[in-house]
């Protein structure tokens, strides 16, 4: 069980909502999407990889097979799923101060939310609203999202540079590569492993791989 | 409103960087403690002489404070409040970082390689309980100060023994202290340089309580949306007080007058490979477009000669201009034009690069990447991240070409949480960029380089010069730790129930 693979850290938090509010929710969600602008403090934090808010109606919840007995829920639940650099530890204060209106507009109508400052009270909410990850796959472990945009930047850049790029005199072609150099200046990082999330985290992954080595 | 400390209970090297009050010379000490009681007496000695935060020659309150000679101040290791025989219900409630100790959290910190504390001197593998630092204003004033402990010892009948083991001038390695100086230029004039050259120690964190802060918090305080600075709350750098996320940090332990007024100290002791650092310089200087010392300001952030931020001064022109206008400026115009700056007008970092020491320690708006107001304030990403800065250079480089001799920085971070500030600014932005978007990139300078798999930086340009960026590659390890540890420091009530055994958490 980690919450942590590769460099990023997923978390799935469930908190249950009024059934008859979710509709502001969904309302304010809409607002949203239609409105990216509203977002901005979200998409800016380049620390967030991914992050998705879903209602699930009290009456929504899936079952495996009609033979199990259906839930009789009290409230709706609003399910949030994100993955992002580090942990909720780590960068609950970064999540916290950018974007602190947004989190209580999205949590508002949620059973008991604390709101996001003071601190400690929404940090505990969260934790423990949260459903650990049991599996958790990652298909670029050395990658962050703000690698993987870069390099497909400079991947689509590289291709069509080298097709445009045939018949140039050597002048052009060094203006036209300095000036390619300049496009994607920002877009260089390194990409080497991540730095160790928790000292625990770390523990668990050197056990892991030390037991692997035996079993080969 | 103004906040009022107390400041006759807070100890004085929190509050004053006793380097810019001509305290020239410092010595650091360690010691064990091989008695409970013994132990504490020796505590409750050098009590009645560790220096408070009340300002010289000022009144403050009912107390005048007189400059002295020499300072002392006091700090303790986990272990070192276990061997007092502190309650544990107390020493429960520090945090998992300071329980734990740096050489522990070396994973962290990217101490590794050269940095490895197997590699540290050998006094940080001795049982390190009780830190204690003398500031004097002379060699003299240190030594005489450093007598008067060591017969504290002798009267506690050696309840704690001063420990050996600090790496020295001629490489010996069984010293009983640590000594570090400012460094003299060729005048013998005292200067804020350290080994590399570089002008040290400008922009400290400025917190609610301190002296004349609404100037002092230019560009040190946190930004505001309509590009004003304010003091940080007090909370960061002080336990008691309220912090910056509105509540009293966590980090406090029990009862309250322990932790009141105290805070956590990072003691590090960083060696400068001053050969490598010149040999490095000189080679990519080559390539470089620019002159070697708008190079090294790359590196920094700051012009070596006197630490004017580059962003105010891109290039050797407008340095010319800057120096002009400095050298033309009062005492509190130098000051600002040294601290109040921001990134807001190079987002593309063409002036400071994003992997400079300035911008990464502190970036103060500039993780907003220029999206307007997509924060709630600027420096939201950064005004939980913030440390004050105490320390002075040691040794000497006697041979410029060389990595081998005696000559560092002994380091100090004062933070309310160790983990919150002052390991995430080591971890997450010297030794790693993704907030920065730069993906594994190290800081040039403190970076923990890997001589296997050497990194490189990007020095950014603007794109409307048609100028490419440059590339520094093949950086080498040019700071190694050489030792360190944390710290409890309390404030002078709570050193004072420390020795008198009457901490009681009940």
């Known amino acids: 069980m980690s919450n942590i693979a590769g460099k990023a850290y997923a978390m799935n938090v469930i908190t249950p909502i009024r059934w008859y509010m979710t509709w502001i929710n969904r309302l304010i969600f809409k607002i949203a999407l239609k409105n990216p602008e509203t977002l901005k403090g979200l998409i800016t934090l380049s620390l967030i990889h991914y992050a998705r808010w879903v209602i699930v109606p009290r009456s929504g919840f899936p079952r495996l097979d009609p033979s199990q007995p259906k839930e009789d829920l009290q409230y709706s639940y609003m399910l949030f799923f994100s993955n992002f650099n580090g942990s909720w530890d780590q960068y609950v204060d970064s999540f916290t101060f950018a974007i602190p209106a947004g989190l209580d507009l999205f949590w508002k109508w949620n059973i008991r939310y604390p709101k996001s400052v003071p601190l400690t009270p929404f940090h505990k909410y969260i934790r423990h609203n949260q459903i650990d990850t049991l599996h958790y796959y990652n298909a670029y472990p050395m990658a962050s999202s703000n690698d993987i945009k870069s390099a497909q930047k400079i991947k689509k850049a590289l291709i069509d540079f080298n097709t445009t790029s045939v018949n140039k005199t050597p002048d052009d072609f060094l203006k036209d590569y300095n000036k390619l150099l300049i496009d994607l200046q920002h877009h260089f990082g390194d990409m080497k492993p991540t730095p160790i999330v928790s000292l625990s985290a770390d523990a668990v992954k050197k056990r892991y791989l030390q037991s692997h080595l035996n079993s080969n | 409103m103004t906040y009022k400390l107390d400041l006759t209970d807070i100890q004085g090297n929190i509050i004053k960087a006793y380097g810019s009050y001509n305290y020239q010379k410092a010595r650091y000490l360690l010691f064990r403690v091989n008695d409970g009681d013994k132990g504490r007496q020796f505590v409750g000695a050098i009590a009645t002489k560790v220096t408070s935060a009340v300002p010289w020659g000022k009144l403050e309150g009912n107390a005048v404070a007189g400059k002295p000679q020499a300072t002392t101040n006091i700090a303790f290791t986990y272990m070192g409040l276990q061997a007092l025989e502190l309650p544990d219900a107390s ?20 101490d590794d390689g050269p940095s490895d504390p197997k590699f540290w001197d050998r006094i940080w593998k001795e049982d390190v309980h009780i ?14 100060r450093y007598d008067w402990i060591l017969q504290q010892i002798d009267a506690c009948k050696n309840g704690v023994t001063l420990l050996m083991g600090h790496r020295g001038e001629t490489g010996e390695d069984n010293l009983p202290y640590q000594d570090a100086s400012v460094l003299y230029d060729n005048n013998g004039a005292p200067s804020p340089k350290e080994h590399f050259g570089y002008t040290d120690g400008i922009g400290d964190a400025v917190f609610e309580g301190q002296t004349n802060v609404a100037a002092r918090a230019l560009g040190r305080g946190k930004l505001t949306r309509d590009g004003n600075w304010e003091p940080l709350a007090t909370g960061e750098f002080l336990l008691g007080h309220v912090d910056e996320a509105m509540e009293y940090p966590r980090t406090a332990p029990t009862p309250a007058l322990l932790a009141h007024n105290g805070t956590y100290m990072v003691y590090r002791k960083l060696h400068e490979n ?23 300001a790359k590196f920094s952030g700051r012009w070596r000669d006197n630490g004017a931020p580059i962003v105010n001064a891109p290039d050797d022109t407008s340095k010319a201009e800057w120096d002009k206008r400095f050298a033309a400026a009062d005492f509190a115009g130098k000051k600002r034009m040294l601290s109040d700056f921001t990134y807001n007008e190079d987002m593309h970092g063409a002036k400071c690069p994003f992997s400079a020491h300035l911008r990464r320690i502190n970036p103060r708006g500039s993780l907003e990447f220029g999206v307007r107001d997509a924060y709630e304030t600027p420096g939201a990403l950064v005004n939980r991240r913030r440390i004050i800065r105490r320390g002075l250079p040691y040794g000497t480089v006697k041979d410029a070409t060389r990595d081998d001799g005696n000559h560092g920085i002994i380091f100090m971070a004062l933070n309310a949480d ?21 993906g594994n990139d190290k800081e040039v300078l403190l970076g923990n380089h890997d001589a296997d798999s050497p990194g490189k930086v990007v020095i950014h ?10 590339f520094v590659t093949n950086i080498p390890r040019l700071v190694e730790t050489r030792g360190g540890g944390y710290f409890f420091i309390p404030s002078i009530t709570a050193v004072k129930l420390i020795a008198a055994g009457l901490i009681d958490p009940t």
């Open chain 2, 461 to 470: 340009t603007d794109p409307d010069s048609g100028k490419p960026p440059h």
């Open chain 2, 131 to 144: 830190w204690i630092s003398i500031n004097g204003q002379s060699i003299e004033a240190v030594e005489e």
């Open chain 2, 91 to 110: 020493l429960r409630g520090f945090p998992e970082d300071f329980m734990m100790g740096m050489a522990e959290r070396k994973e962290i910190l990217g």
């Open chain 2, 274 to 296: 001053v050969g490598t650092f010149n040999r490095f310089l000189d080679e990519q200087s080559k390539t470089f477009s620019g002159s070697k010392e708008l190079l090294a």
């Open chain 2, 418 to 438: 160790i983990q919150r500030q002052f390991e995430f600014i080591q971890q997450q932005w010297i030794n790693y960029a993704n907030d920065f978007k730069e």
